[in-house]
């Protein structure tokens, strides 16, 4: 028997109003695996939340709902969290949902080979009560654990021991790797890795469906001018991202609809705090300038972000003032301002620091990590290179990237955070502001070594405060701290567009995962 | 002979160890897969405990030596990015670029002698300069640019060929996938299929124009003219069929470089192919996928090169091993 | 004109070399050759504009400070919403003028291409005389280590000296490698046709009586390659250099697509190329015409040259 490994997009006028449809979509990444235990990335999590569910779920603008659990309290004055899962739910096998499998999908992603066990290092202990029942002992008072939480996926434990996928194998991948066995709103078809991937609607669904797919393909397109000209041609019904250029033009055109957004991703410049001497560029060898704060808020007073958002992003971004979003949770909103562009203040700065004739640096980025990466590293060459300071720039692939960071070669680097997990200002204080420590598990993206007494002192608090306000209180004052300090150079909080046919209706999510169960073909 | 055989699928031996070792010297500044294996909440302990169970910490000779070691047996080892054995992957992905890289050849092949033989025999004709010149308009843009463009203009204003990938497919036996059976494979095999082929093209047009024009002057032409044959009989009995062995050979080794240059046209098209595959095999540092993929297309064109210098040998002992073009 | 009328002298030697080029069949058939002729103007055109660029170009895209950001994506001859300046070409992303920008990468693609192609020549014809001057073990190796250069596509070729060039250069150096790996790279991928030319036509004059007499009167080999072999095989060097050119500087844009090129802060043409590919359906259009239809010139002219170079040093042909 012939077999169709591949679909072309319908595009059929019916007039009934509700007609099921097949739906073809595009992506810059394929999910490298089916494992939602396996790989902590926005690709792998953002595709399998369509056939994975977990006991919570973000809504439509990001507020925490209920999903396999029905309802949750803490326990007693903030020992822990008690779920109350919901009945009645099967897997796509058939196999029923309980509290077992909540064990399991626990045990599964806090071993060792798991990828996402960070989200439960303030876990002491999971006790199942009954049948629909589980608890979770947290070290610690822990507000926000059932955010944290939201990604993290059920597996049935029948299914993954009679499969050998007990544990996730990332090294050589096993059946979970390839297969899905969730709860979710739609069942894996068929999954070739790289070329496609087609789902199809979970009858059995517990919640209601809102979506008319009745079958969803997924191609991974790298070049994003071959993804905008496949929506263009109508070979497919949704691109995400649209390169940002491209944007007006797919707006002009009637068969497609634009969707813009803000992502929960914020761009900054990071300094080398803890080095001595500067290691490229003119002044190479020489004492590390970006030591003196006056150095550093001369760099953010020089960088023109206005004009970055105007030209490379075409007004479609927003300045960013602190290391998150305005949309998450801790944003602080008395420090919601921004460094004004002022080359005369920063000249007068760097007067003032003793290098009025300027210095040289390298600048190192990545070429094929963020949107426009290169081009803004490029724009910010140009901009300091007005207050006098030679900019040597060295862009790179993210493969080598990381690697190159991680062994301190770089006096001043590209970064974005966007907050996995929580979507909370706690976790780029603990990620990027708290002074490096591997015992602790912080700061481990704090290349630079930036560091601060109080800042280090506050965090404990703030991630077991559970007054709301005494909480916005300390990341307040802490955000003040990193703000002064300069510790980073907040520059933008990058955008999010994506494009369809203009008979798709869709909902766009700001940590930019995209649900299949709203999608409408008319 | 035999031992002239044997010497020579030594050598042959011998240089795919070496390109291997080459290969898996720079595999360690293509960057470091660990990155693209743990999220953003992974510690130093995770790096380096995966570092240990995929075996990076070892020096490469012994990373090179348990690769062959592997490869041996016919075991490429497991993909880093996809978790699923190297030689299963391949042969999933070798259909669709072998099948472009066919087509491809065939409009090279097929076009490349027409054109040749034409311009050839209407030297100094208008339309065989204009052929001739415009013929170079191919090698004088970067492929890539070439695919965009056709992209552009057949898919994005005129809608009439798809902008990216294979259509449907249809399998055949156990590890076939065709694109051959339908409309919409055949139709999304024109314009990556243009792209790859042009350069080859090009270059068959002129090699078959150059020779054609060395035969034609030669004396047996001039009799056969004599005798009174017909154009037709003299330009394709006689003198196309003797200009064949050079342009066979070329053909020969230009098989190899349309899969090597397969890896552009197939990013370009998203096609799913083995040189996509590669490509994002050095974007992910995905090592054992890399490996086999070159150390694939080193036995492919070693032998060729070994199967072109046997023929050689057979056709004419006298012929030393020297052979003309490729690059 | 009167020279053409003169027919070839019998007094050759008399003439100034000049003199001789001017009356010899291949300048002859040179101005015969509207084609020649027109893309020789064309390559003397845009090397000329190439070297002058500091001069010609009405800003310098390679000094940073010099960059206004609110210049981004002017039209070509049309003033600038913000900063109502107005370019020539247009500007690119980071707001440089096109124009400049294109004569300033011209210049790295032709250094990278002549350079590749010079290296590629000269390790070409050395290991081509000596494998064939010398034979047995040195030529075995020799051609052997061509094969491997042919097992490894020139692409890949380059994509793996770059990765290692990267590892081993000090990080202060990294900036000026890319264009000197560029060469590195191009110029191994090339080298073998050169080689094997040069090898053909030593094999066939060693065999001759004058090759044997020199040899006999004490002349060493080096001298007797280059003085007497070499020249016999120049004809051919010549035509696969220039045709090389043409594709050293296609390699170099092909490269550059994928990320492996000249930086984007000092860009070739082939890397503004890459640039404006983005820009394609964006409507900033002349971002990528304009340097696509110079890298077009530039190369189908040599690539013309090339042909006719064939055709004109090839006398049987004629």
Redesign the interface.
């Known amino acids: 028997m012939p077999k169709l490994t591949y679909a072309v997009a319908l595009s059929v006028a019916v007039s009934s109003p509700v007609m099921a449809a097949e739906f073809q979509w595009a992506g810059k990444t394929d999910p490298q695996t089916m494992d939602p235990h396996a790989v902590s990335s926005a690709p792998v999590l953002g595709f399998l939340n369509n056939v994975y569910d977990g006991l919570v779920r973000m809504s439509k603008d990001m507020e925490v709902e209920p999903s396999l659990a029905e309802s949750w309290e803490p326990i007693g004055a903030g020992e822990g969290w008690r779920f109350t899962l919901r009945q009645g739910v099967t897997f796509h096998d058939g196999a029923t949902f309980d509290a077992d499998d909540v064990l399991f999908s626990y045990e599964r992603a806090s071993d060792e080979s798991s990828d996402v066990r960070s989200w439960f290092s303030p876990v002491t202990e999971v006790k199942v009560v009954d049948d629909y029942t589980v608890e979770f002992y947290t070290n610690a008072p822990n507000p926000l654990f059932p955010a944290s939480i939201a990604n993290w996926m059920m597996m049935d434990r029948g299914w993954a021991e009679a499969n050998n996928a007990t544990r996730p194998d990332k090294e050589s991948g096993n059946f979970a790797t390839l297969n899905v066995n969730g709860t979710g709103a739609f069942k894996l078809e068929d999954r070739q890795p790289g070329l496609s991937t087609t789902l199809v609607p979970n009858e059995s669904w517990w919640d209601n469906a809102e979506h008319n797919i009745t079958k969803a393909t997924f191609t991974p397109i790298q070049n994003p001018a071959t993804a905008v000209a496949a929506l263009l041609s109508g070979d497919v019904d949704f691109v995400e991202p649209v390169p940002i250029q491209d944007a007006a033009r797919l707006e002009a055109d009637p068969n497609i609809n634009v969707i813009r957004g803000i992502e929960t991703r914020t761009i900054m410049l990071g300094f080398a705090h803890e080095a001595d001497t500067l290691k490229y560029g003119a002044s190479a060898g020489q004492p590390n300038p970006f030591q003196d704060v006056r150095v550093r808020e001369a760099v953010a007073k020089a960088i023109n972000v206005d004009a970055i958002l105007r030209t490379i992003w075409r007004g479609s971004a927003e300045p960013a003032s602190q290391l998150v979003t305005p949309a998450l949770s801790g944003f602080s909103e008395v420090n919601a301002a921004r460094p004004a562009f002022d080359i005369e203040g920063a000249k007068a700065l760097l007067a003032e620091a003793g290098y009025a004739d300027g210095f040289g640096f390298g600048l190192k980025c990545p070429n094929d990590r963020y949107p426009n990466d290169e081009a803004v590293c490029q724009a910010i060459t140009a901009m300091l290179a007005q207050v006098g300071i030679q900019v040597e720039l060295d862009a790179m692939p993210v493969s080598n990237y990381w690697p190159e960071l991680r062994a301190d070669n770089f006096d001043m680097y590209l970064l974005g955070w966007s907050p996995g997990g929580s979507l909370d200002h706690e976790h780029p204080l603990r990620f990027l502001a708290s002074t490096p420590n591997e015992e602790k598990r912080l700061g481990s993206w704090n290349f630079g070594g930036y560091s601060n007494a109080r800042l280090d002192e506050a965090l404990p608090s703030i991630l077991s405060e559970i007054d709301p306000d005494k909480r916005q209180a300390l990341i307040d004052e802490v955000t003040g701290i990193y703000q002064d300090e300069v510790a980073y150079v907040p520059l933008y909080v990058q955008p999010l567009v994506w494009g369809t046919r203009s008979n798709i209706q869709l909902t766009q999510r700001p940590d930019n995962f995209f649900m299949l169960r709203w999608v409408t073909v008319n | 002979m035999l031992a002239f055989i044997i010497r020579r699928i030594g ?1 042959s031996i ?2 795919l160890l ?2 291997g070792l ?2 898996f ?2 595999f ?6 660990i ?12 790096v380096e ?2 570092r240990t ?2 075996g990076l910490d070892q020096p490469f000779p012994v990373q090179y030596y348990r690769f062959l070691e592997g490869a041996a047996q016919g075991n490429f080892g ?1 993909s ?5 054995p190297v030689s299963e ?1 391949l042969l ?1 992905r070798a259909p669709a670029t072998l099948e472009l890289a066919a087509v491809s050849g065939m409009l090279a092949i097929v076009f490349g002698i027409a054109l040749g033989v034409f311009t050839a025999i209407r030297r100094n004709g208008a339309t065989a ?1 204009i052929i ?2 415009t013929s ?2 191919g ?7 070439i695919g ?1 463009l056709l ?2 203009l057949f ?2 204003e005129l ?1 009439w060929l ?10 055949i036996g156990e590890s076939w ?1 065709t694109g051959f ?1 339908t409309i ?1 494979g055949l139709k999304a095999l024109i314009l990556p299929s243009i792209t790859l082929g042009l350069y080859q093209m090009t270059l068959i047009m002129r090699l078959v124009r ?1 020779e054609m ?2 035969v034609l ?1 030669q004396d047996y032409i001039r009799f056969a003219r004599a005798r009174g044959l017909t154009d037709r009989v003299v330009n394709f009995r006689h003198a196309l069929k003797n200009t064949m062995v050079p342009v066979v050979t070329v053909i020969g ?1 230009q098989l ?2 349309i899969i ?2 397969a ?2 046209t197939e ?4 096609w ?1 192919g083995v040189g ?2 590669f ?2 095999a ?4 995905d090592i054992p996928v890399m490996a086999a993929y ?1 150390m694939l ?2 036995v492919m ?2 032998g060729i ?1 070994l199967i072109v210098d046997i023929l050689y040998v057979f056709i004419d002992p006298r012929l ?5 073009g ?2 | 004109m009167a020279e053409t009328s003169i027919p070839l002298s019998t007094k050759e030697h008399d003439k100034g070399r000049w003199q001789r080029f001017r009356e010899s069949d291949f300048f002859y058939a040179f101005k015969r050759s509207p084609v020649a002729i027109v893309s020789f103007a064309v390559v003397a055109l845009l090397v000329l504009a190439a070297v002058f660029a500091p001069l010609i170009a009405p800003t310098n895209p390679f000094d940073p400070a010099s960059l206004n950001l609110m210049n981004g994506f002017t039209p070509p001859m049309e003033p600038n919403a913000f900063t109502q300046e107005s370019f020539l070409m247009g500007t690119d992303d980071q707001g440089r003028d096109v124009f400049s920008t294109i004569l300033y990468g011209m210049r790295i693609s032709l250094f990278v291409g002549i350079s590749a192609v010079l290296f590629a020549m000269v390790l070409g014809i050395v290991l081509g005389l000596v494998s064939g001057y010398f034979g047995g073990w040195t030529e075995t190796i020799i051609m052997r280590i061509a094969d491997v250069q042919l097992t490894f596509p020139s692409i890949l070729v380059a994509m793996l000296i770059f990765g290692v060039a990267k590892g081993f250069t000090p990080v202060e150096y990294r900036d000026q490698m890319a264009i000197w790996v560029l060469i590195l790279a191009i110029g191994l991928s090339d080298w073998v046709q050169f080689a094997r030319v040069v090898r053909g036509a030593t094999l066939v004059e060693k065999s001759k009586d004058y090759v044997a007499a020199a040899r006999l009167i004490g002349r060493s080999p080096w001298a007797i390659m280059i003085r007497h072999i070499l020249p016999n095989a120049m004809s051919p060097v010549l035509v696969i250099a220039t045709i090389s050119l043409a594709l050293a500087i296609i390699a170099e844009a092909t490269l550059s697509f994928l990320g492996v090129g000249a930086p984007p802060t000092q860009p070739s043409l082939g890397t503004l190329i890459r640039i404006g590919q983005g820009f394609l359906f964006s409507g900033e259009w002349w971002i990528l015409f304009f340097p696509a239809c110079t890298l077009l010139g530039l190369a189908l002219s040599v690539n013309l040259l090339g042909d006719w170079l064939r055709d004109a040093l090839n006398p049987r042909l004629r």
């Open positions: 050598q011998l240089v070496i390109v080459v290969a010297s720079m360690r500044f293509v960057g470091d897969p990155d693209n294996m743990l999220g953003q909440e992974r510690t130093i302990e995770d405990r995966l169970q995929l497991v880093y990015r996809q978790g699923r992957i999933e300069n001739m010149a170079l308009i090698v004088s843009l970067p492929t890539f640019l965009i992209i552009y898919s994005v809608g798809p902008s990216f990938g294979r259509g449907e497919t249809v399998q996938t059976l919409s150059s024009l060395e002057r080794l190899g470089a090597a240059f890896i552009i990013t370009v098209f998203q799913p996509l595959l490509i994002n050095i974007q992910f540092v070159l297309i080193s064109f070693v090169n030393r091993v020297d052979r003309t490729a690059h």
